[in-house]
């Protein structure tokens, strides 16, 4: 009974040691991601450090690295706890095993001083001589083999377990230091964006002093992203419209059995497809959302925002048809078409492909436009199924 209670113990624990260790791997690889975000956030913003910026472009940029430095921190103490978690189970595993140990070697030590004080030689050979046939003494011998090897087996066995979870222990407090660390550093670097706070004061105070004339801003940015909306769903309609041969509104694509299956595929691919770009922050999310700095303002978007590099090549996320390629003011987008669905890519400066072409996931079809007085470089990213605009953040990998 003893060696199957031993075996179940074995088993239980190492299956707890594989959950700790799943979910400390995915704690890690979720801090690592946070890591190259706030690492791309600086980039980022460190590339228009010398253009001046409206009242409102600055509180954004502040509200920016700090939210992702909290996320960061969060990631750290999170990390840290499963760390501390999986420290103090092992700890009562090396408890226990020690327990045990220490009663296998007092057993051990008992038996032996037994067989010494009844002369263990000779009562092993009187065992094996009052056997009743050759049969039993063998039995017998090998009953007295096994015995013994399984107590000393048991022995080495748990010996060895206590030095593995011991050295475990060591490397775990090891890589907590090393967590505690990474945390503090991660700690001094948000301390240090609280610090801007009296500045982030004084342009809040600006801001207050100037609120009609930014909400009027934003409210005309508001009404021309609407515009450019109504005109992105008419097209969307248009296309509708000529695949049903132009006999009246339709509220969906007329589908061919090719398209069928490429519409099947991509919402196969649903929160697994590519960016649309190499290197980019989200800095505008999906839905309505209030404003960050001005209360009663709510702003409203088809799509995201997502900011990148100069000279940032756009791919599109999956395979598909070119459906249009529209102008606005200066500005290209792209429409590429998979069966009823549409992936939109506004705010390009050159098109690398034309209507009709055939695209493959992650194919080059244009690059980003960069606005010559703020020098940031923003891609507006839309999906759409039929007429009806999605949350690319459900369809894009971790965005």
Known sequence: MKKGKYFL?????????????????????????????????????????????????????????????????????????????????????????KKELKELKEDYADMIYKSYKSKSQNSRIMFLLSSQNFHQAYKRLQYMKQYTDFRRAQGQQISKKTTDLEVLNDTLNVRKKEKEVLAAESKKEQEKIEERREEQQKVLDKVKKQERKYIAEIKKKQREERRIDNKIKKIIQA??????????????????????????????????????????VVTRRYGKQKHETLPGITIESNGVHIRTEKNAIVRAVFDGVVLQIQSVSGKKAVYIQHGNYITLYNNLETILVKKGDKVTTKQKIGKVYTDKISKKTILKFQVWKNTTHLNPASWIYKM
Do not use: D, Y
């Open 239 to 280: 296309a509708i419209n000529k695949s049903n041969n132009n006999k009246g509104s339709s509220k969906g694509f007329t589908l061919t059995a090719e398209a069928k299956v490429l519409a099947t595929k991509f919402e196969e691919n649903k929160g697994k497809l590519p960016w649309p770009l190499e290197k980019g």
């Open 9 to 97: 113990f074995f088993g239980v624990f190492f299956i707890c040691l594989s959950s700790f260790s799943q979910t400390k791997k995915e704690l890690e690889t979720q801090r690592k991601a946070l890591q190259e975000e706030v690492s791309k956030i600086r980039s980022l913003l460190s590339q228009t450090r010398s253009v001046k910026k409206t009242e409102l472009e600055l509180l954004s940029e502040i509200n920016l690295q700090v939210n992702a430095q909290k996320k960061l921190i969060a990631a750290f103490n999170a990390e840290g706890r499963a760390l501390n978690n999986e420290i103090r189970s092992n700890e009562k595993q090396i408890k226990n095993l």
